[in-house]
């Protein structure tokens, strides 16, 4: 990874939808060589994906609430059944392993109140 790598990854971070083009434009390279430091990266893993960031509140989705949950068990069993039932409720956006009282923070995203209220149920 040299300066100009950091640089695409910065123009990535900024807008995964830029071309190729607009790449080069702002890192001084020609299209050609921009894609082929792009799929190194990827290729080494520094570039693990591309995503699309979700307007929550356009989602009907305007309230964001942390959870800690502390689990009876920690056996690998039980920690992966928790990650499957975690990965099955939409609603659940992050999961934190974290220190302390409890075992996990959780960021869960709903419409409001009554909607919480229903997923806790």
Known sequence: MDRL???ILSVL????????QEIGQA???????????????????????YTVRLNPRALDLADTVLVMVTLDS???????????TLASIP???EAHLVSGDYDY????????TRDYERLLR
């Open 5 to 7: 790598d950091r640089k």
């Open 13 to 20: 971070q900024a807008n995964a939808r830029a071309s190729l």
């Open 105 to 112: 923070l959780l960021r869960v995203v709903v419409k409001d």
């Open 91 to 93: 609603e659940v956006i």
């Open 27 to 49: 890192v001084g390279l020609s299209p050609s060589p921009c894609w082929g430091r792009i799929k190194k990266m990827e290729e080494a893993g520094v570039i693990e994906g």
């Open 74 to 84: 920690h056996s690998d069993n039980t920690l992966e059944k928790f990650g499957e």
